[in-house]
Nanobody, 126 residues
Framework: QVQLVESGGGSVQAGGSLRLSCAVS????????MAWFRQAPGKDREAVAS??????TYADSVKGRFTISKDNAKNTLYLQMNSLKPEDTAMYYC?????????????????????WGQGTQVTVSS
């Protein structure tokens, strides 16, 4: 059974940085998609960034500011967030898809993630 636990959220001023972590327990393969999502109050959930053996992808809203990475030795997924903006305020979730191997569409709206963490809150003040 795969379990995902996020950490690293907090409050920061605009222009600041945070690094989110997603600790994974259980067996996962980098051939499958791992991703960060976010959801702000009253808004739809948004896919932010994804990682697998094929590569990384980013939502346009975070390109150039956020970097997704994975430490296989620590079995941990990261999201480095720089130049944060108030509109980045949201609950951030880590997710894993154990069904689509070597996908190039990890951020596609049709990709179904079957494992989710509990989320970590990020608040950016202006």
């Amino acid at each position: 059974q795969v379990q995902l636990v996020e950490s690293g959220g907090g409050s920061v001023q605009a222009g600041g940085s945070l690094r989110l972590s997603c600790a994974v327990s259980g067996y996962i393969s980098s051939g499958y998609c791992m991703a960060w999502f976010r959801q702000a109050p009253g808004k739809d959930r948004e896919a932010v960034a994804s990682y697998n053996n094929v590569g990384t992808t980013y939502a346009d809203s975070v390109k150039g500011r956020f970097t997704i990475s994975k430490d296989n030795a620590k079995n941990t997924l990261y999201l480095q967030m720089n130049s944060l903006k108030p509109e980045d305020t949201a609950m951030y979730y880590c997710a894993y898809n154990s069904r689509a191997l070597y996908s190039r569409a990890c951020l596609s709206s049709t990709m179904v993630y079957n494992y989710w963490g509990q989320g970590t809150q990020v608040t950016v003040s202006s």
